[in-house]
């Protein structure tokens, strides 16, 4: 990056983190430092909640994802809208009016302790370790650009966030957050801009997404009913629906989030705004990917993204093999590029015959550069058996970093920082929540001072911040960051909606039913999951059903046995 690059990375991240310490300065109690003494606008609900989810995953692999595979993670989203009306008419008013600085507290009042330390401890797992994929995220942005390791930029962004997370809390957190995304939609709306421009002549925007659609990049909605396929418009208005009322009714990361609004109605608009803004944002990042798919039609691509882990096989000794495949790679996309350049005329002139030709013989080109990549990361397995072979994560970054002005290039990174920053300040503050909250002053300490708390609380952000920095290290084995993550969320997600499903409206069954049913579901999702029956959106249903069908039945046999020993 050039010097002017740098000054804007640094600048912004400075100005952010300093701005929400300034903001959440004189935080003196437990309150002000998990909630926010809950006197936050609907707007700062709103975006708080979506830059929680908002991720630098988010802005690394959905790009990527796009890149590679098309428009269709979009429909990940559709369950969304529905799950945020279902929330501000059930969830946000129980939480508001019990006044808890958890969603689980409410559990212990509606069923027992046991109900809420596993509901606590369900969440502790699944957010840390999914904290550590967003730690990850922008420590690739460094590694890329200073050609060092990721363990070491990993180890640099988690202290950062560990840091201001730590002094400010809630407050610093949804500051930073405000700003963040003000930053982050403007950003994105320039680079998509200026992909258009670096476009030949011949071709401008429509004329792109014509180009991607013959290659199939551009299909967004899958109306087929397939268990295994990842994302058809099916999975996610069923299996989003679930995944996404789970993870904003019982998701302390984001319950937190608009529990810091100033009344009821204040947290309702900041979610039902969120929930109209995220399918066109999301849909809006995925596009990007594909207009940079286009753009290397016609320029030449790296044949691998990770200019990290290419630059270790090129010192290996399977060089000579590596330039081989550089070679037949480079013949595939002359011969490509001519192939787009008669795609790009026959839509000139509408020629569907030869349209159809030129997108089976892309297809066809596709293909063999897939083959060849595939014979890459095969090499860079035999040369190292930790080698990070996935590289969707870095196909944005790589364009951002090649081809953007001077200037835009640190304040896209910038952006990606930021985004990673908010959630993992989110996360972070959310941990430290839930463990003083559900266990520490429910378990251990249970007449502590407000002081004493707030020093806990503290403490536990810097715990739970070298969990994630210890998950963090182990990402890159994951693949792309922004399935692994909802991979992860969906084998718990399922089982703690169920018992805040049966906490709501199923008011005859006790907590002993609820605990064991909880139980027997999250071994049977495990179970599904490990042996892949269904894509990985169904888990979260499946929890869900079972955890309410299972907790019914518990509760009608023990009712039963009850009747026979009185009546024995």
């Known amino acids: 990056m050039s010097t002017i690059d740098w000054f804007v990375l640094v600048f912004t991240l400075l100005a952010i983190v300093l701005y929400g310490v300034y903001k959440s300065r004189g935080t003196k109690n437990i309150e002000g430092y998990l909630l926010g003494n809950q006197s936050l606008p609907w707007y700062h609900v709103c975006l708080s909640v979506m830059a929680t989810q908002a991720s630098a995953i988010t802005f690394l692999s959905a790009p990527g994802l796009a890149y590679s595979s098309g428009m269709g993670f979009v429909q990940f989203y559709f369950g969304l809208p529905l799950a945020m009306i279902i929330l501000c008419v059930a969830f946000v008013p129980v939480f508001h009016r019990l006044k808890v600085y958890t969603a689980y507290e409410y559990l212990e009042q509606r069923f027992d302790l046991r109900t809420r330390a596993l509901t606590a401890f369900l969440f502790l797992i699944q957010r840390g370790l999914s904290t550590g994929i967003t730690i990850y995220a922008p420590s690739i942005i460094l590694s890329t650009i200073l050609n060092i390791d990721t363990t070491y930029t990993t180890l640099f962004i988690g202290g950062l966030v560990i840091c201001y997370t730590v002094y400010g809390g809630t407050k ?41 659609g013959k290659m199939g990049r551009t ?28 993870y904003f009714g019982t998701d302390q990361s984001q319950v937190g989030r608009y529990l810091t609004g100033a009344s009821v109605g204040q947290s309702r608009l ?77 839509l000139d002139g509408n020629d569907e015959v030869i349209i159809n030709q030129q997108r089976i013989a892309l297809q066809s080109a596709d293909k063999e550069i897939k083959r060849i990549r595939g014979e890459i990361t095969e090499l860079m397995k035999k040369n190292d058996s930790d080698a990070e072979v996935n590289d969707n994560n870095y196909i944005f970054l790589n364009f951002v970093t090649t081809y953007m002005p001077k200037g835009l290039i640190g304040l896209l990174i910038a952006i990606i920082f930021l985004a990673s920053m908010g959630s993992t300040a989110s996360a972070l503050n959310s941990l430290a929540s839930t463990s003083v909250v559900d266990i520490y002053k429910r378990l251990i300490n249970t007449e502590g001072s407000e002081d004493r708390y707030l020093r806990v609380s503290r403490l536990f952000t810097v715990v739970w911040g070298l969990v994630c920095i210890g998950m963090a290290l182990y990402a890159s084995k994951l693949g792309n960051l922004i399935e692994a993550v909802n991979i992860l969320g ?47 959106l169904w888990l979260n249903v499946i929890g869900c059903l079972l955890v309410v069908v299972l907790a019914w039945l518990l509760q009608l046999f023990n009712k039963k046995a009850a009747d026979i020993s009185t009546s024995g």
């Not at 109306?223 to 999975?235: A, G, I, K, R, V």
């Not at 270790?312 to 787009?340: C, G, H, I, T, Y």
């Open 270 to 346: 900041g979610l039902l705004m969120n929930g109209l803004v995220k399918i066109p944002m999301q849909f809006l990042i995925l596009l990007i990917g594909v207009l940079v798919f286009t753009f290397y039609q016609f320029e030449k691509p790296p044949i691998f993204f990770n200019k990290v882990e290419l630059a270790k096989l090129e010192k290996s000794r399977f060089e000579p093999e590596l330039r081989q495949l550089q070679d037949d790679f480079s013949k595939v996309f002359d011969f490509k590029e001519q192939q787009v350049q008669l795609l790009n005329q026959a």
């Open 172 to 212: 610093a957190v949804s500051y930073t957050q405000l700003l963040q995304m003000s930053i982050i939609f403007s950003g994105l709306f320039i680079a998509g801009v200026i992909v258009v421009q670096l476009y030949p002549p011949t071709v401008g925007f429509t004329r792109a997404i014509d180009i991607a």
């Open 490 to 536: 969906s084998y718990i997600y399922g089982t703690i909606l169920g018992v805040f499903l049966v906490a709501f409206f199923l008011k005859r069954i006790g907590g002993r039913a609820v605990f064991f049913a909880a139980i027997l579901a999250e071994i049977i999702v495990c179970l599904c999951g490990y042996f892949q029956v269904v894509a990985y």
């Open 219 to 246: 299909e967004a909605i899958d109306f087929s009913f397939d268990w295994n396929n990842q994302y058809t418009l099916w999975s996610g208005l069923i299996g989003g629906f679930f995944l996404q009322l789970s």
